[in-house]
């Protein structure tokens, strides 16, 4: 990381403390605006401000903060190649107190906390789903697996996997959620879509439920919205999109629910058939479902579901469904 001057040190901690004008504000978000180093710069010094409030870890050696807000008040007062008049002393010293909060939080978080290992997530002969440490939601098809990245949720939220997964990715802008599939790459901030690469060995399908996804190679990138689906040739290293009738998710319609709440039961069955289903009571979304439907029509496989649950079905003019009931039939 390059050197930033001492101006612009203090600038950030007195913005982080709250100590700034709106003319200052103006002067920093230009600063930043400038180059993707200062872009950086500042969302590392935010992130550590942002952990330190929370985080107290305990100290394996003795910390002397108050050296650390002494060497910064010198700077601040002596160094550097602005000048300070004594009315704006009192806010300096309280931006340097800020710097020497985030000076620490540097010591705990980034040279005395460990990196985040890498974890390993496989479901066996049944679904499984699993809640990540950012509150993203996913379902793992049998058979699949995933290995979340260590450091996971710090500058962003990356995974490889093989095998199937449906994903509902909690919102952060400023840490994108990044999934791996060989040289294959989905990149999304806060959205609900699929990817597959069980069906067909030789294609990865990657399908949109909810949100945009950017799906790139080394070469290619396609952007999908709601209702999208792009699929890879892994041999031939080619990247295209389809429409409904081209999607090869279609020719299997199988679905297996292994205590999967309704919410995710019904997107899938969304995607699978191309049809929009509503929960028309919001407490169903929390109904616990297990079955297995093979090859049914999608309005036979909604009659079963209300069968379980004692809901009732209505069909809409535009070829949706809503589902619509008190709770979860006990």
């Not at 942002?50 to 700077?75: G, I």
């Not at 995974?159 to 040289?183: N, W």
């Not at 209300?306 to 809503?322: R, T, W």
Request: some cysteine; charged content about 25%.
């Amino acid at each position: 990381m390059e050197n930033f001057d001492e101006y612009i040190d203090v600038l950030i901690a007195r913005h982080l403390a709250g100590e700034t004008a709106s003319d200052e504000d103006v002067e920093l978000q230009a600063w930043v605006a400038q180059s993707p180093q200062n872009q950086r710069y500042f969302a590392d010094l935010q992130a550590i401000w942002q952990r330190s409030m929370s985080a107290k870890p305990t100290a394996s050696r003795p910390v002397d903060t108050e050296a650390a807000l002494r060497k910064v008040k010198t700077r601040v007062g002596t160094g550097g190649h602005f000048r300070v008049s004594p009315i704006q002393l009192g806010y300096w010293w309280r931006a340097a107190a800020a710097m020497a909060l985030l000076l620490t939080a540097v010591y705990f978080l980034w040279l005395r906390t460990p990196p985040v290992p890498a974890t390993v997530i496989a479901a066996t002969d049944a679904h499984l789903i699993e809640t990540l440490s950012d509150g993203s939601v996913i379902t793992l098809a049998p058979r699949s697996g995933l290995t979340v990245i260590k450091d996971f949720n710090t500058r962003e939220r990356r995974l490889r996997m093989h095998g199937e997964a449906y994903f509902e990715v909690k919102s952060d802008t400023t840490r994108p959620f990044v999934v791996e599939i060989q040289t294959l790459e989905v990149r999304v901030v806060g959205t609900a879509f699929k990817v597959d690469e069980a069906s067909n060995p030789g294609q990865v399908i990657v399908a949109v439920a909810e949100g945009k996804v950017r799906v790139s190679t080394r070469e290619q990138l396609l952007l999908l919205q709601a209702g999208e689906s792009a699929v890879y040739d892994k041999q031939r290293d080619i990247l295209s999109r389809l429409n409904a009738s081209q999607n090869p998710l279609m020719e299997n319609r199988m679905l297996q629910f292994d205590a999967t709440p309704l919410r995710d039961v019904v997107r899938q069955v969304e995607m699978l058939y191309d049809i929009k289903v509503t929960l028309k009571n919001k407490n169903l979304e929390h109904c616990i479902l297990t079955a297995r439907y093979n090859n049914l029509p999608p309005e036979r496989v909604l009659d079963l579901i209300a069968e379980s649950f004692s809901l009732q079905l209505i069909k809409v003019d535009n070829g949706a469904y809503i589902l619509d009931g008190a709770g979860c039939g006990e």
